[in-house]
């Protein structure tokens, strides 16, 4: 059982994510954000509830849904807001954006838009963490569109054969864009595929973190011990569009609100905690209160900084210089 | 020094970087307990491991996206991809993934890959045995592409492209493995003991990447070439009697425009050719590099010699070739020019 310390890490962790995505989802509005940016916020616990399993010598993969992953392994969120307004203390110099998210120090090797890459360079991830016996397992977070891809079986199949410490968890948030999982995914449950590739498969309530939680510490426990990849398909929605400025007319009009009222995972985790008596609820309250003046500074900061020099556009393409 | 081919050649430059540096690994179909198609790997699964030495299943995606992680992560792996013809499965990872993850994270991850792969044709192997892709991945950023013509510049090369902290993809003339070929399919084959780059030291040495050679030494023409073309290309100079300077570009990308140059600048004619298709191929960029930087010595139009732009044509596979005649008479189009 997470210690009360743990619990509160948890908790300013979600909270963190959600005021980001809320605030980014005001700002794109405004104007000023640029390209587009797929918000996380409804999906916290699964990211959290990952991360919160993880240790330094772990690797995380994720998806273009980047920026509550980046912030739940511990990325520095003034860098991931730079990183999305294209400045040149970004998390990656201004190179990646919104959709790619890389951060060594946190061992966030993130992002790619390849939905479902995650999965297979996860494999390489993995094979060489037992290589190299730093008892590191890799996390590849990918969303229900990534099963359908190739790379995702082949990947399966060898975390499979090579017995790999690698957990996949599938974030089914119900759509892949605007397309249907119940449209495009066979079987429509997703966790059913692991029976195929002979790994132990799970489904939880991606709204509840502690299912999340309890379910990857299972995975990543069997992992470590050498006993191989697992799946974990975590159910959720996300509370915006698959990008900011989706008109979601595939979605059914009271399916966010009614999360939101009643299934929000934060709600969830102050419900659950209180009941149990494990925080004091002045201690959230007080989390609250410092994200929302954490974000504004924040955002603040990240459209108040430079943007990359021109002598910045051909530095690392290759290992040397190269002028082109 | 002893006599290898090429295929020795590739093997021992695997044997000495693995007992060199144990963060190199090898992996793909069959490279292990089989030693490889081609039997470049023979004999490394059972001198270092299963665990260094990984046979893989075919799946070109998931091989080529795990050497990936595993770059990313401490090791320093050697792919095979058994055919350049079945990369394409691995090409979103090569692309998305592999050539621009250094630039995206803004210098903070690399992949040090080498994906080793047997290309062209010349062997009867129809379709999916006989392309010649080096075109299609010299043209992404972030990666080089490197080609050898003979055995000791295969393991030189392929020493320093294992080294090298950037991904290379490494093409392997499978035409030429076991001897150099002249173009002429009817004539017996030759084997690499007679011809003195199958001289190859039996320890480490490298070929840096980015240098091309020159083969020959001539003043009245340059031919531009790689792979087994620079066989076929003395073969042809020889029908015509021409003074050409022939150069092999051996690293594609980077690519060593100042040795180029230097030639252009002397002999004022330029001849490039290549077994791949013509439209958008390599080819391209070497007439327009040197019409560039030569513009004001070259004293004929640059001519291109190469295959046709058709789906690898298995029964008209000597037809496709750009073989002694073909160059030959791309030479004498040059030298009448102007």
């Known amino acids: 059982m997470q210690s009360t310390k743990e619990l509160l890490v948890a908790y300013r962790s979600m ?19 640029p390209g587009f940016v797929h918000l996380y916020a409804g999906q916290e616990a699964s990211a959290v509830g990952v991360c919160a399993n993880l240790s330094g010598k772990d690797v995380l993969l994720n998806t273009h849904r980047a920026h509550g992953p980046a912030i739940a392994r511990g990325a520095d969120i003034f860098a991931v807001a730079k990183e999305i307004y294209c400045r040149g203390e970004g998390l990656c110099k201004g190179r990646g954006g919104s959709a790619h998210l890389h951060d060594v120090k946190s061992g966030l090797w993130g992002a790619n838009s390849g939905v479902g890459s995650g999965v297979a360079l996860g494999c390489g991830a993995a094979l060489a963490a037992r290589n190299l016996k730093t008892g590191g397992v890799a996390v590849a977070l990918v969303g229900d569109g990534a099963v359908n ?23 089914n948030n119900g759509y892949g864009e605007a397309t249907a999982v119940d449209y495009a995914v066979a079987g429509k449950d997703l966790y059913k595929r692991a029976a195929a590739f002979d790994m132990p498969g799970v489904k939880v309530d991606g709204h509840d973190y502690f299912a999340v ?10 992992a470590r011990a050498g006993h191989g990849p697992s799946i974990i398909e975590a159910k959720q929605i996300r509370y915006f569009g698959h990008f900011e400025g989706d008109a979601q007319t595939y979605r059914p009009k009271n399916e966010v609100e009614q999360c939101r009222q009643g299934n929000d995972c934060l709600k969830r ?49 290759y290992a040397s210089e190269y002028q082109g | 020094m002893s006599q290898m081919n090429m295929i020795q050649a590739i093997n021992s430059a695997h044997l000495l970087m693995m007992e060199k540096d144990p963060s190199v690994v090898v992996l793909g179909e069959d490279v292990g307990y089989f030693g490889g198609v081609f039997r470049c790997t023979d004999g490394l699964q059972k001198k270092f491991g299963e665990h260094r030495v990984i046979d893989a299943p075919i799946a070109e995606g998931g091989i080529i996206s795990t050497a990936i992680g595993m770059g990313v992560n401490g090791l320093r792996p050697v792919a095979e991809i058994q055919f350049a013809d079945y990369i394409y499965p691995g090409f979103d990872q090569i692309v998305s993934e592999l050539s621009r993850l250094r630039y995206r994270s803004g210098g903070e991850f690399f992949s040090p890959v080498t994906i080793r792969t047997p290309c062209g044709g010349g062997i009867r192997g129809g379709q999916t045995h006989s392309q010649s892709p080096e075109g299609i991945f010299s043209h992404i950023s972030g990666i080089k592409t490197v080609m ?43 084997s690499w003991s007679t011809h003195p780059m199958g001289e190859v030291p039996k320890g480490y040495y ?51 425009i100042d040795t180029l140059k230097k030639s252009v600048e002397k002999t004022g004619r330029c001849l490039v050719a290549h077994e ?10 070497l007439v327009s590099s040197v019409q560039q930087e030569c513009f004001w010595h070259l004293e004929a139009p640059i001519e291109r010699v190469t295959g046709w732009d058709t789906p690898y044509p298995h029964a008209f596979e000597w037809k496709y070739f750009p073989g002694q005649q073909r160059i030959a008479a791309g030479i004498r189009k040059v030298m009448e020019a102007g």
């Open chain 2, 148 to 190: 050898p013509s003979n055995p000791y510049d295969a393991k030189g090369l392929l020493i320093s492209a294992i080294e090298s902290d950037d991904p290379v993809i490494f093409f392997e003339p499978k035409r030429i493995y076991n001897g150099p070929f002249d173009g002429d399919p009817d004539k017996p084959g030759v």
């Open chain 1, 213 to 222: 939680y309890d379910e990857v510490r299972l995975a990543v426990e069997r």
């Open chain 2, 276 to 285: 791949a298709t013509r439209f958008c191929g390599y080819g391209a960029e």
């Open chain 1, 149 to 171: 891809q190739g790379v995702v079986s082949e990947a399966l199949n060898l975390a499979s054969i090579w017995k790999l410490p690698l957990v996949i968890v599938f974030e």
């Open chain 1, 15 to 33: 909270r963190t994510i959600r005021e980001f995505e809320e605030r980014m989802h005001i700002e794109f509005a405004k104007g000023g954000v």
């Open chain 1, 269 to 317: 985790f102050r419900q659950h905690v209180l009941n149990e008596n494990r925080v004091e609820e002045s201690d959230l309250n007080s989390i609250d209160t410092e994200v929302a003046d954490l974000i504004d500074r924040v955002y603040k900061e990240a459209k108040a900084a430079r943007f990359p020099g021109e002598d910045e556009l051909m530095q690392s393409i």
């Open chain 2, 206 to 256: 490298n070929v840096p990447l980015g240098k091309a050679a020159v083969v020959e030494e001539g003043d009245e023409l340059t031919i531009i070439c790689y792979g087994t073309i620079v066989h076929v290309a003395q073969a042809a100079t020889r029908l015509t009697g021409v003074r050409a300077e022939i150069i092999d570009v051996r690293t594609l990308f980077p690519l060593d």
